[in-house]
């Protein structure tokens, strides 16, 4: 059994309830778990099996307590689901957590059309996928061809529907698909198309047009696809929300940068300003970035800390200089940088800017 905390700050790592037991009765087991302090407000817990390889045994979940030691919050949940959901099936279940005075969100069933070539034909030999972002999180990896329905096939085409139930995500970004196979085959995938169930509309449309090269017993492939265009089912919204459909190209050059701040371990070094920085290349330079939503801390820029930041922008090639700096404001704004690390993964390239000051 594994579970996936989603808090207001970001998430945690898959905690494996592998020797956390800590009592155990009839039909009834408590667990004892660390999370990172800074995962805020948590709004969401996934849990599921952590593999069905070789297995046929099954987790029926009746009831979900969950306790803060410190404050003695709690909620609890009635479930009665079995795990696996289906036959071959989704293994995972997602639900918010309630908290008084805090409005919650709801489960939602995702519809995610996949419109291919040759998957069909060769999914037996094929594990794939795909894991869909917004702003309210992610659905963690799912499986895509456990549990087919709607299946249309044509001579040069096909798709097929897989359901997918959810935490609502908010506004689509992403699709994450990660592929393997069995055996040396190749897997022309178009597009996706991804709404609610119970809609028509929205519909988010992700663009893939690529014919993927699987080789047995290689790393598994993985592929990031950004919303291409949606579809409002509103002239209007429609003409406005296609322009993203011409933005798409540019999207898919969209490099990601980490950025590692510094802060000194001096007194007074840390800082309650608004920090923002700039990013120059030998190409091109960024627009103007906000660095409020640190990885690793609620409260960023504070003495001694490092706070690690994610942003995508065009491409800039070799990175040669920075700019970076704040507004003044809050008490006692000055701030001592240690340094800056950037990492453009796709180049393999790690640049590191020294202020000391």
Known sequence: LVMVFYGSNGKSNPVSM???????????????????????????????????ENSISQLCLRHFKMQNTSTLDTFSLTINKTLPLSLNGDRWIEFPVEWPLKEALSVVTYHLTVFSRNILSERNLVHMTACIYGTHGDTGDRSLLWSLQNIQQGEDNESFLVIVDAVELGELDKVVLLISSKTDCKLDIRKLHLKEAVKEHPIYVFEVNEAFSVHANKPEIQREIPV??????????????????????????????????????????????????????????????????????Q???????????KINTKKLGSLHSIEIGHDGKGFASGWFLEKVEITDASRNSVYCFNCNR
């Open 18 to 52: 592998e020797n956390k037991v800590e009592h155990q009765a009839k039909n009834e087991i408590t667990y004892d778990i660390h999370l990172p302090s800074d995962l805020g407000m948590l709004y969401k817990v996934r849990l599921g099996l952590q593999s069905l």
């Open 228 to 297: 291409s265009f949606v579809i409002r089912g509103d002239k209007k919204k429609n003409d406005i929300d296609n322009n993203l459909h011409k933005e798409g190209s540019q999207a898919r050059n969209l490099t990601e940068y980490t950025v590692k701040v510094y802060t000194g371990d001096k007194r007074g070094a840390g800082t309650d300003a608004n920090v923002h920085i700039i990013l120059f290349g030998n190409e091109d330079k960024s627009e103007v970035f906000q660095l409020s939503q640190s990885l690793e801390h």
């Open 299 to 309: 409260d960023p820029f504070e003495r001694g800390k490092v706070d690690t930041f």
